[in-house]
């Protein structure tokens, strides 16, 4: 195990910096003091890493999804400055820093920042998944759409060549400690890997049936029929990877994913009373329209060349086809007298992005200055995305493309032995926005607005070091720049006064967050600790506002994010381990646009102060436990009375493994919400006053999981 941490990353290539990977580097990896971070763009040993990162093992994404049915609770408990998940298919406000993270499968972008429906949380299926990179700030290192920190999933890999390895899963889960009835899950699948020698190949398939779920006092959890549930669902993953090793220095290889996740339609939902305190609730009914979906697939092509003329060459090109169904309803958005006189008139949205691009890297280290590395490329990016009111056939959000060239440089210089190392780099993101002639929905007036195609350049640029003060103690800082487009379809879709033309919204101008951070870590004998300080910042950053119809418009203004962050963890003996994780941010935004930051940012934008605790123990060669805590702290929010201040909790969670042995495989039992909880969601007390959107959170919730490698 190792650990190491970093500052901030920037423009778009391979920032130096440190990082923090405990708990989640291989034993090959710590043998060599290597730790390979893909979203980073290059092999780089972590010490020369200049950006805060986190490395999550897929033994732990294991283990945590025993008391979670998310990758974002699995990520929450090991990154306390992200926002506590929502418990829905919806991510809307589980923030990254204060902002937003940009979601990768293999360097692939899930995120969809044009018309950003907070669903790129649910784009892959924990089997395949090799281990999470979470590179922590505004960053450049991936492109577009990284203001809070990148999040990128990494896919399995074979390792065996003399047979197929064959790993089986199967699990049930229950809440509300009832082992029948609607509220049991399923979970089943099969994996097989096989390096061949030239060619290696991977293939999944995986399903998952989720029951209703429960909230500490046995009530049934309201259903989100529009944005859209986890709860009383079915996901199926198919997965496919093959290699080819050319030769040692080349390879192809050709990655496909589809994945889909789908509401089972059973429940309606019994609408909550924010002022009396009562939660939203579920009952057995069909609701009207398609449930909501999660449709994706997603394809990537790679080559690598290596010692191609004294460097090393990557090229990837990918594909990807996203749509997000929500869920409808007589909302008077969607009115259209035309179409239905009546007022009644039901609908519902679908969000579609298509996107396509090319990603080129080339690192050159051999050039007779010892140390230096020198790392070139461009990216292509085209994204074409609207959104559909699929019950009539209206585009809520016109057709808008997207296209983005991007030429980077990073330089990075290691001395005095890797004691120093300093880093700095530039990208300039050339970019254009297509948007034809179109008219809004008819209940914001219908008006004509002139299409454009508004041009954007940016030059990005990042800067960092770290400092080995002494052996184990490493200092670190850096500042970097993150780029991202606003959420291009709410302003668009929302506009309700004729004469408005698209190449003369300010609206529409891009996000530029930069990111500064300074941090120190410690990694002595069984005693492994971080600390770092950022802040972050964006003249023209992007806020949501609901609008009083239940859907949220984008607001325009600057932007201030400040956060602590303190992580550390200790070996009390070879078989037990404990450590914490703490994270305090605040945030503030330009109310009266006078140039000053003045008002709260709201929870909808921003998490809360978190505390994570946990205790690992291994009392046998066969036989793993962990207990661990999540801490929520209070928070008021000085702009808004008391209406969306945020009473915290603590929820405690437990799970143990036991090794059967004799090729019997692997027994898992997980708890969430161990001591039953009963609590309102933070997204629920401090992102919304709506009453349809008062959730409870999970009450205690049983997995039990068999699984084994053959």
């Known amino acids: 195990m190792k650990s190491l941490f970093l500052t901030s990353a920037a423009a778009f290539t391979l920032l130096p910096m440190t990082s923090f990977a405990q708990e989640s580097v291989n034993d090959a990896q710590a043998e060599n003091d290597i730790i390979t971070v893909q979203a980073s763009r290059r092999d780089t040993p972590v ?5 805060t990162v986190r490395l999550i093992s897929a033994e732990e994404v294991s283990s945590q999804l025993l008391v979670s049915n998310s990758l974002l609770d699995v990520i929450g408990t090991k990154v306390p400055s992200t926002a506590p998940s929502r418990q829905k298919l919806s991510g809307l406000g589980e923030s990254f820093r204060g902002r937003e993270p940009l979601y990768l499968i293999d360097g692939v972008p899930q995120s969809n920042p044009l018309r950003n429906g907070s669903r790129d949380g649910f784009t892959i299926d924990p089997a395949v998944i090799e281990r999470i990179e979470i590179l922590y700030g505004a960053n450049a290192i991936q492109g577009v759409g990284a203001t809070g920190g990148v999040i990128n999933y990494v896919t399995l890999f074979p390792t065996t060549s003399d047979r197929w390895e064959t790993r089986l899963e199967g699990g049930v889960t229950a809440g509300d400690d009832r082992l029948s009835g609607d509220t049991v899950g399923y979970r089943g699948g099969i994996t097989a890997l096989r390096d061949f020698g030239a060619i290696d190949v991977v293939a999944s398939i995986v399903g998952e049936s989720r029951g209703a779920f429960y909230d500490a006092d046995g009530q049934r959890i309201g259903v989100d029929n529009t944005q859209g549930d986890i709860q009383d669902s079915s996901s199926l993953n198919a997965f496919a990877k093959i290699g080819w090793d050319i030769d040692d220095l080349t390879r192809l290889q050709f990655t496909a994913n589809i994945f889909e996740l789908e509401g089972d339609g059973d429940y309606i939902q019994v609408v909550g009373d924010r002022d009396a305190g009562i939660p939203a609730t579920s009952i057995r009914g069909e609701f009207e329209g398609e449930p909501a979906t999660n449709s994706v697939q997603t394809f990537s092509f790679d080559f690598t060349r290596d010692e191609l003329l004294g460097g090393d060459l990557g ?26 006189p009546s007022g009644e008139l039901f609908d519902q949205s679908a969000n579609n992005s298509e996107k396509y691009g090319v990603k080129l890297t080339y690192s050159h280290s051999d050039l007779g200055i010892e140390g230096l590395t020198i790392t070139g490329g461009v990216d292509f990016l085209r994204d074409l995305t609207f959104q559909e009111l699929i019950q009539t056939g209206r585009n809520w959000v016109p057709e808008t493309e997207f296209i983005s060239y991007a030429p980077f440089l990073q330089i990075d210089q290691a001395l005095f032995d890797g004691r120093i190392n300093i880093s700095g780099g530039v990208r300039n993101e050339f970019a254009t926005l297509s948007v034809d002639d179109f008219r809004t929905l008819a209940s914001a007036g219908a008006p004509l607005v002139l299409g454009g195609e508004p041009d954007f350049s940016e030059l ?20 970097s720049e993150g780029f991202t487009m606003p959420d291009v379809g709410r302003v668009l879709r929302g506009i309700n006064t004729t004469g408005q033309d698209v190449d003369d919204l300010l609206n529409i101008e891009p996000i530029v967050a930069d990111n500064t951070e300074v941090g120190l870590t410690i990694a002595k004998d069984r005693f492994e600790a971080n600390i770092s300080y950022f802040w972050s910042t964006s003249e023209l950053g992007q806020r949501l506002v609901d609008n009083g119809d239940g859907f949220f418009e984008v607001r325009r203004e600057e932007t201030e994010i400040e956060g602590l962050e303190l992580s550390a963890q200790v070996d009390v003996t070879d078989r037990i381990t404990v450590g914490t994780g703490y994270a305090a941010i605040e945030g503030s935004f330009d109310s009266d646009q006078d140039g000053a930051v003045d008002s709260d940012i709201a929870g909808v934008n921003i998490s809360p102060d978190r505390l994570n605790l946990f205790i690992a123990a291994q009392p046998t060669e066969r036989w793993n436990l962990r ?17 969306t201040d945020f009473d915290g909790y603590t929820l405690v969670e437990a799970f143990t493994g036991l090794d059967l042995g004799e090729d019997r495989g692997r027994l898992d039992l997980g708890v969430q919400n161990l001591l039953n909880e009963d609590y309102i969601t933070y997204y629920s007390q401090s992102g919304t006053t709506r009453d349809n959107r008062f959730f409870a959170g999970r009450g205690r919730t049983i997995t039990l999981r068999w699984s084994g490698t053959y």
Request: aromatic share 18%.
């Open 460 to 479: 990005l640029v990042n800067i960092g070091g770290t400092f080995e003060v002494v052996d184990g103690v490493t200092a670190y800082a850096a500042f």
């Open 627 to 643: 207990l661990q805590t999540a801490t929520f702290f209070d928070r008021e929010f000085d702009d808004t009375g008391d209406a």
């Open 47 to 51: 010490e020369a890493l200049p950006t």
């Open 315 to 340: 090229l990837q090109a990918f594909y990807q086809d996203f749509e997000s169904i929500f869920g409808g309803g007589i909302f008077g958005t969607f009115q259209d007298a035309s179409i239905d």
